[in-house]
């Protein structure tokens, strides 16, 4: 038994009239009269008592009729759900960030413009570390990650850039330089340094002030690495969008003197999906401009 078996039975059992019937349906009384006989032999039940005047429904036929309208109306709110999922209106989506990306605003912007476009459609957001994010984009355990560029992507995914920060320095408070305007790479040669998940950074200044960064520890997250720095455990070199965002005891932030030192924040996704709701996430991100460099 098809789905129009059912359309069929329920236009007859409303209209009690075959001819009538088969005119909302738009075929020929006599296709309609073989369909119901279809019906009722496969059901092994009479569901129709006919006569030359007149049509009703047995008590077979009026249970039947019950189902075959729940039935009729599951199957189409199937159907409404299917086409909406394959527009990209409903769904879910995982999203895996790094800290910084919440800390720049740059992550809860673009959810909550998502979510203003497609609201049916499901978020799930999680951070994770800078150097697994790759991965789980790859493999599809997270659909859409913002990370710290540069680093190396697998093959099958891209990145577009969102945001570019700059770097500065996070100091203890009674660190010797606390009180600078600005600090030159070549004061911190002597310094321990706690190194969060992106090293760009602390290299570059290693390079500029001529010396090897002496490092100490390299606890993950942007949070533990301020938390190191508050408790003397060494500076930190870290994108500027902790400055409004995190403010911890015995830690102070002094911009770095010279040529900006620059970070982008940046989306990686797959370069082929398929999802219709992950590529509707990806076309909104795609289509930002990039912002310029925070603090400039």
């Known amino acids: 038994m098809e789905i129009r078996h059912f359309r069929y039975f329920i236009a007859v059992a409303e209209e009690l009239h075959f001819a009538r019937a088969a005119e909302r349906l738009g075929i020929a009384p006599s296709t309609l009269t073989v369909q119901i006989q279809e019906i ?168 500029r002030g001529g010396f090897a960064p002496r490092i100490t520890a390299i606890p993950g997250n942007l949070l533990a690495v301020l938390t190191e720095v508050s408790l003397w455990m060494g500076v930190a070199i870290v994108p500027d969008v902790v400055v409004p965002s995190v403010v911890l005891p015995d830690v102070v932030y002094k911009p770095l003197a010279g040529a900006a030192i620059t970070s982008d924040l940046a989306a990686i996704f797959r370069r082929n999906e398929g999802a219709p709701a992950v590529k509707n996430l990806i076309r909104q991100l795609v289509s930002a401009a990039p912002d310029a460099l925070a603090g400039a």
């Open 40 to 207: 009722e032999r496969t059901l092994q039940a009479r569901l129709l008592q006919r006569s030359k005047r007149s049509v009703r429904l047995t008590s077979a036929g009026e249970l039947f009729l019950e189902q075959a309208r729940a039935s009729l109306l599951q199957f189409e709110q199937a159907l409404g759900v299917g086409r909406r999922a394959g527009r990209g209106e409903l769904g879910r989506i995982m999203i895996g960030y790094v800290g910084s990306a919440a800390l720049a605003g740059v992550l809860q912007q673009h959810m909550r413009l998502f979510r203003s476009d497609w609201p049916m459609v499901q978020l799930q957001a999680s951070e994770q570390s800078m150097g697994r994010l790759p991965e789980l984009v790859a493999e599809g355990q997270v659909d859409v990650g913002f990370v710290r560029l540069p680093m190396t992507l697998p093959t099958g995914l891209s990145s577009h850039i969102l945001q570019r920060n700059r770097f500065c320095v996070a100091l203890p408070a009674s660190h010797r330089l606390a009180g600078a305007q600005a600090v030159d790479a070549r004061q911190l040669a002597g310094d321990d340094f706690v190194v969060p998940e992106q090293d760009l950074g602390t290299r570059e200044v290693g390079r």
